[in-house]
């Protein structure tokens, strides 16, 4: 821990280590965005050769292993490597929220359906609250855990979320922790409204399909959110609907088996198609009165750290994943 605080006030300054440390022993505090910028701007000043080996230091404190870009043998290796050497405009496009619903919508009308949207603006002074529904969503378009769901709009401190919106688009998610999910550099950020649906508050599904070349390999079932976290409860599924004991990264687990989706068959289909183009790429749907809705697709799932409870499912999905 010192030797991380010693790093932190060197590369980020005081401000950010004032808050990163507060942050560590228990404080639910946010970092004010000025002092996130001071670290994204580090990050974003390295040559590749340096991002590399920061990204190798994420790993090592993330997984307690060395990483190998050279050589990468596990699934969570060549999750890294390949964001190094495969982070193109085309995942950028597909990971962009607005932009990729309307691609699937298009491209899969009459088969998925989209959440729908009611508005998108570069500045967040520029929303329109009053033509706003009572229920809406608001979220950024270029990263993970930046929303807001508004369940009462009479009860809204418009100000607070304006501020809070314009600090999220001055951040880029592929620098701004050190992860280097480079791909969400290219996205043209944007705010954008979607329409409330309740169900989607902590309490909705998620079936999530992890494909290798095109091939559905593995559903990771979750529900019980925290919104604006990465907390939940997990399954992982084979395609014809067996329970695995796959669990990483310390999730909860459901104890309990779920009935086989009644539109499983489709979703695998749609899961196909949409990632036939990618090496690996995991697809996101949920079920909401009977229709199948698309979720995202997502290159680089929990930055790529996979601490899998059993650590032979990292090197089989390694062997699946073909660079």
């Known amino acids: ?41 580090y990050y974003d000043s390295l040559s590749k050769e340096k991002a590399e080996k920061e990204l190798c230091d994420f790993y090592k404190n993330s997984t307690g292993k060395d990483l190998n870009l050279t050589n990468p043998k596990t699934f969570s290796e060549k999750l ?24 699937i919508q298009e491209k899969y009308s009459g088969r998925i359906k989209t959440v729908k949207q009611l508005g998108v603006w570069t500045d967040a002074n520029d929303i329109d609250f009053d033509a706003l529904p009572d229920q809406f969503a608001l979220k950024c378009n270029h990263g993970s855990a930046m929303n807001i ?12 979320t304006i501020k809070k919106l314009n600090d999220w688009l001055k951040l880029d998610y592929a620098t701004m922790n050190g992860m ?8 043209e950020r944007k705010i954008i409204a979607e329409e409330f649906i309740q169900e989607m508050d902590g309490n909705l599904h998620d079936y999530k399909f992890h494909c290798f070349n095109g091939q559905p390999k593995f559903c990771q079932l979750i529900g019980d959110r925290i919104p604006n976290s990465h907390h939940y409860f997990l399954s992982f599924y084979t395609p014809d609907w067996n329970k695995t004991d796959i669990t990483y990264n ?36 949920y079920i909401l009165n009977g229709d199948i809705y698309f979720g995202e697709l ?6 790529g750290i996979f601490n899998f409870e059993n650590p032979q499912t990292d090197s089989e999905w390694g062997e699946m994943l073909k660079l």
């Open 1 to 41: 821990m010192i030797n991380r605080i010693v790093k932190n006030i060197k590369c980020f300054g005081l401000g950010y280590t004032f808050f990163f440390t507060l942050q560590k022993v228990g404080f639910k505090i946010d970092i004010p965005v000025k002092f996130m910028l001071n670290k994204q701007h």
């Open 149 to 160: 769901l508004v369940k009462d709009k009479s009860k809204l401190n418009i100000k607070k």
């Open 250 to 285: 310390n999730h909860a687990v459901y104890k309990d088996e779920y009935p086989r989706p009644e539109k499983l068959d489709e979703m695998l289909q749609l899961a196909k198609e949409m990632s036939a183009p990618f090496s690996y790429v995991r697809v996101d749907f």
């Open 180 to 187: 280097f999910e480079n791909h969400y550099t290219y996205i």
């Open 298 to 303: 997502t290159f680089t799932p929990d930055s």
């Open 80 to 103: 890294q490597w390949l964001k190094f050497n495969d982070s193109t405009k085309e995942k950028a496009l597909l990971s962009d929220k607005y932009a990729a619903a309307k691609i």
